[in-house]
């Protein structure tokens, strides 16, 4: 795959930090332009250093201010620290004909950041396909990691089956929750609690913080695998800032640990072959529309089947026949 | 695609009500068996008449109880009116290592069904894959169809995309809400409000009734594209059996209105389209399975992608390119 000379230059562009040329290949990969993959085929030889953390959690734990707060104490040197870290936000953010979407939201919300060249943040909307924002959000990430962001903060707004897949391509996940949860941490959607590397208890200074966090103790105790490294629990007021230092110690902590016996290559592994099946699954759906599988042919199918003409599992395995033999079809 | 007498006689059974015929097919569609195709195949003659309900719903919304009084409804015959219809369940709930999965709660929430040869209800636990879910919802629900009952209630858990992925499936979506979300109605998953047909306030005799449906009032209004069925709002408690009547006359109406002008053809072909896709995507990778792109190679590549050795965009197109032309492979 060569890549034409206006991808490379771009990709040259964003790498030597031109933020113009960032945006503009976020656009490109956000989109799924056909030149989508030659970018990121080009932005790949700069990736693999930066530390990648997703941040979950249900709606209303305050994780806008949290990712906030947790940019802000990476861009900032308290003294004697090493925090001085460049940083990139993907705030993933399904929008909806009735709210309209949050990218104004966003746009308000980080603007107190223009002109630090070492930020940059990025508001996504979902795509189209189930998965496919997954996907597109990794490949976000990777173009801001190729711009030479050092932390890459990925921030979903819900807990459903998308975010619970975006934030298995983060390296260290952290699952937001709030006090007035109680016993609602177990309605938590399943898979949610199972990912997280380090629980954040925000809105720490309301009541029954200590309620949660013993709902989370008891819920650890009872998983049947119980995991190598026990996610610790942070408390944390993000509208205040207390509990961010502690944040950012259990997120280094918890990056020491995956630098142990390979953990974090492991980890990756893991992570780039669901990607794979993903990415292979798009590709091959693709191709498959370019052997007469449009929208045009389904459509036709589609309402053949809705009245009862046509069985749709032997048309399916007529089509795949077709594609997969395509010199033997008409 | 011819299927094997086992399966021609087990569909043959399950058509003259066999519950324990019923029983297994539903099995061998949820695990995926090699037999589910053709299976689904043989159903599907004996489908398209069942009226479809799903009910999606955040989690503590009573949708189980409300489930549970709709079923009832549907079964019993109150004087006068044509309600004696049969019923099946299928309950989507995501198992988790944490929970340990609410299948033993079905079992007990359901069991005062037992004797009733027009009732049957299962629960389903979420499969591997991202849309895979709806695909083995819709199909389970098909298989109940075949199976002669008159009304299909598919009760989704949360409120993410796979449950709006499930609902969209359903001929008639309801959206249950509760006392006390005010202004969180908002902060409900994008695109749960849109695929309401019928809002449920369910738990209605609790304060703050009046608000939530002001509330759903207020985002009808500002919708885009304002439906042209506005969706009714239905006010239940589900505990008492308090306006299960009310939301059964919406649930005919709508019916009703989704006969006219061929409205209910255009949905199902509408639905048929969504699902021929995954059906596809789903066969394809099968079948690409079986040219090589099995579990070995990609944990192969993968360890080698992040370990910064394989280009992964790279690789997606040459693996492509020999599923599309496996002569011109070794």
Redesign the interface.
Known sequence: ?TPPDSITALVGRLRQGDTRALARAISLVENDAPEA??L??AC??S??RALRIGITGA??AGKSTLVDRLARAFRETPEGRDHNKTVGVVAVD??????GGALLGDRIRFQNYQGDPGFYARSMA?RG???G??LSTADVALVLEASGKDVILIETV??????I?IARLADITLVVLVPGMGD?V??L???V??IADIFVVNKSDREGADRVEQEIRA?QS????HPVHTPPVIRTTATTGDGIEALVAAINEMQQWLLQENRL?AR??????R???A???T???R??RQ?G?DAKI??F???R????QQ???????Q??EK??A?GNSS
Do not use: C, Y
């Not at 009872?222 to 695998?225: G, Y």
């Not at 069985?311 to 395995?317: E, G, K, M, N």
């Open positions: 795959m993959p030659a990121l085929s790949f030889p990736t693999g709606p209303g399904p929008t909806s004909p009735f709210t979902t396909t189930l998965g924002l997954a819900g807990v459903g089956q998308d975010e897949e609602d177990q309605s959607k399943a898979g609690m199972e819920l009872l998983a049947p695998d290559g990756r592994a893991q992570h780039w072959r990607r794979l099946d990415m292979l699954r590709e091959l759906m191709r498959a052997n599988f389904l459509h199918h589609a309402a089947i809705a009245s009862g069985d749709p599992w032997q048309l399916v395995a089509l795949t594609v997969f395509p």
